[in-house]
């Protein structure tokens, strides 16, 4: 049975850093396509970072320099480490898991992935 746990999610101020982890089991993450995704109240769930099982890596234009998705696969577990937060950055986020290989264009839509997790919050005051 396939389990994604998020943890790391907390609240810090503009310009702050977190580091967000999600636990995997149930399969291994190196065989996996792997997504960061947020949702902020009242507006719909967006990608924001994915990687492929073959290392390929996408990353939402509003993120890009700011945050960095790696995963270690001695761990089964994936990050997002998320630098220059901003209040914008506020939502739940979701880590997400497919069997598939997802490509590249493709990593940041939610319904290529069939796994999900509960999510952890982040909040970014100004």
């Known amino acids: 049975q396939v389990l994604l746990v998020e943890s790391g999610g907390g609240s810090v101020q503009s310009g702050g850093s977190l580091r967000l982890s999600c636990a995997a089991s149930?399969?291994?993450?190196?065989?996996?396509?792997m997504g960061w995704f947020r949702q902020a109240p009242g507006k719909e769930r967006e990608g924001v970072a994915g990687i492929d099982s073959d290392g390929t890596i996408t990353y939402a234009d509003s993120v890009k320099g700011r945050f960095t998705i790696s995963r270690d696969n001695a761990k089964n577990t994936l990050y997002l480490q998320m630098n220059s937060l901003k209040p914008e950055d506020t939502a739940m986020y979701f880590c997400?898991?497919?069997?598939?290989?997802?490509?590249?264009?493709?990593?940041?839509?939610?319904?290529?992935?069939?796994?999900w997790g509960q999510g952890t919050q982040v909040t970014v005051s100004s």
């Open positions: 997400a898991a497919d069997g598939r290989s997802i490509l590249a264009r493709w990593l940041l839509l939610s319904h290529e992935y069939s796994h």
């Open positions: 149930g399969f291994t993450t190196s065989s996996y396509a």
